[in-house]
């Protein structure tokens, strides 16, 4: 079993930065590549960003594109989320989770383990 433990939530006001940082127990995590995404109220939870076993590849969903970093230091399993520019739309909870080997990284079906989730509050 996999536990996948996210932080760095927050509030921040309309042009602020946050980082949020997963941390993943096992011995596996450079072997799986890593997503997060995030939940608004009333709404489905959407792909933000993943990034590929050692890093070298990235993908972003339009809405964050320029604006947030998905990095890995997989010496410390653990996956960050640099958000910056952030604006009001962009409050949701959010949450990171292990993509299945040979899955699509921007289907949440396709991730086999999730965090608990952190809450970003974007005040405007």
């Known amino acids: 079993q996999v536990q996948l433990v996210e932080s760095g939530g927050g509030l921040v006001q309309a042009g602020g930065s946050l980082r949020l940082s997963c941390t993943a127990s096992?011995?596996?995590?450079?072997?799986?590549?890593m997503g997060w995404f995030r939940q608004a109220p009333g709404k489905e939870r959407d792909f933000v960003a993943g990034i590929s076993e050692r890093g070298g590849i990235t993908h972003y969903a339009d809405p964050v594109k320029g604006r947030f970093t998905i990095s890995r230091d997989n010496a410390k399993n653990t996956v960050y989320l640099q958000m910056n520019s952030l604006e009001p739309e962009d409050t949701a909870v959010y949450f990171c989770?292990?993509?299945?080997?040979?899955?699509?990284?921007?289907?949440?079906?396709?991730?086999?383990?999730w965090g608990q989730g952190t809450q970003v509050t974007v005040s405007s």
């Open positions: 096992g011995r596996t995590f450079s072997s799986y590549r």
């Open positions: 989770a292990r993509n299945r080997i040979g899955g699509l990284i921007v289907l949440s079906n396709d991730y086999d383990f």
